[in-house]
């Protein structure tokens, strides 16, 4: 008798390894504060995406030339480069559908300041 097949593993998970999920926030932002909670909690339930919390005034050389003007602002990059830079609401829910969303799409054109971003975070992250 034979064992099944594993089935291949189609969750966010899996679909979003080498992926970078970084949040630029500010300490003195309530809603960062607030946020950080339901940014930990997605981060835990997506292991094979690397978790980035930066502080942009704390980390200015990061954030470079950046504006943030909406907090929080979300940084996703797959292995290739940014997909995705921009604000989100600090809602619970809305990071994991984004992400969701992202990996079940081709990329589109890449932002070369979303793309400069993470080439920063990830050298000085990874």
């Known amino acids: 008798m034979h064992a099944p097949a594993a089935s291949p593993d189609t969750s966010l998970s899996s679909a979003t390894a080498g992926w970078w999920v970084v949040c630029l926030c500010a300490g003195w932002c309530g809603a960062c504060r607030e946020y950080?909670?339901?940014?930990?909690?997605?981060?835990?339930?997506?292991?094979?995406?690397?978790?980035?919390?930066v502080d942009i005034e704390d980390e200015e050389d990061l954030a470079g030339d950046l504006d943030v003007e909406?907090?929080?602002?979300?940084?996703?990059?797959?292995?290739?480069?940014?997909?995705?830079?921009?604000?989100?609401?600090?809602?619970?829910?809305?990071?994991?559908?984004?992400?969701?969303?992202?990996?079940?799409?081709?990329?589109?054109?890449?932002d070369p300041q979303a793309q400069a971003l993470i080439e920063r975070v990830r050298a000085a992250r990874g």
């Open 70 to 110: 909406t907090f929080p602002t979300l940084l996703i990059a797959d292995p290739a480069g940014a997909r995705f830079l921009g604000p989100l609401l600090p809602q619970s829910g809305v990071l994991a559908r984004l992400l969701d969303s992202l990996a079940s799409q081709p990329p589109a054109g890449r």
């Open 36 to 53: 950080r909670a339901v940014f930990d909690t997605v981060a835990q339930a997506h292991p094979q995406a690397r978790f980035v919390w």
